[in-house]
């Protein structure tokens, strides 16, 4: 049997939500994973292949994963709101990827602008298993919510990200409270440039 691709709308605060929600590569769905996608003001939507790679590798590894749009790229509703409103879309998704999936641990992820989006939302939110970031930007990390995090952090960052040099990020990281982990993937570059096979596997390894 084939597995289920939905498209979808979440109620979010601004209005619709366009989303897509697929089950894992087999078997039945082990967690719930929600991911989001980077800046939307440059480019970003749920179909970036940043974003759609590490669906795939949640989905491989067991999750049900739902990506969505922020609010004013392509069919969602909305103006783009600095990242507050974002937040607030991203937890209206989580909240109907929970009442979906009740009974399954959750995890929260975001590439780019969504990690920053996903770490706001995961240390505020009781009971993710884990947040993933993938290629945080360093010009983002004095605007992450202070002190310690509940919720275990981990990192995946391009050796060669523009936006996130690994000598601003390794301090960063060394100072940040509570259980971390950082893989490293050599890439050219923030999108992992003929770097993606890798950079999915990581994603597997987590």
């Known amino acids: 049997m084939a597995r289920r691709i ?4 979440v109620d979010g605060p601004a209005g619709r939500l366009e989303a897509l929600l ?10 719930a994973a929600l991911v989001c996608h980077l800046h939307p003001n440059y480019g970003g939507t749920m179909r970036n292949k940043v974003v759609h790679r590490l669906a795939r590798a949640l989905r491989a590894t067991g999750s049900v994963v739902l990506r969505f749009n922020f609010r004013g790229v392509n069919l969602s509703d909305g103006e783009y709101d600095h990242g507050v409103g974002e937040v607030e879309d991203a937890r ?30 995961g240390c505020e939110h009781p009971g ?8 945080f ?18 990192f995946i960052m391009s050796t060669n990200d523009e936006f996130a040099a690994r000598s601003e990020f390794e301090p960063w990281f060394a ?8 893989l490293w993937v050599e890439a050219k570059d923030h999108f992992f440039s ?8 990581a994603v597997t390894r987590l």
Do not use: M, N
């Open 175 to 182: 100072r940040l409270p509570g259980r971390k982990r950082v």
């Open 6 to 9: 939905e498209s979808l709308y």
């Open 128 to 135: 993710a298993a884990r947040i993933i970031a993938i290629g």
């Open 194 to 201: 003929d770097a993606l096979d890798s950079f999915e596997e």
């Open 92 to 121: 209206a998704a989580l909240e109907f990827l929970r009442r979906r999936y009740p009974r399954l641990p959750f995890t929260l992820a975001g590439f780019s602008f969504g990690s920053r989006v996903a770490l706001h939302l």
């Open 137 to 154: 930007p360093t010009v983002y990390q004095d605007s992450l919510p202070p002190g310690p995090c509940p919720t275990p952090r981990y």
């Open 22 to 31: 697929e089950e894992p590569v087999s078997g039945e769905p082990r967690d």
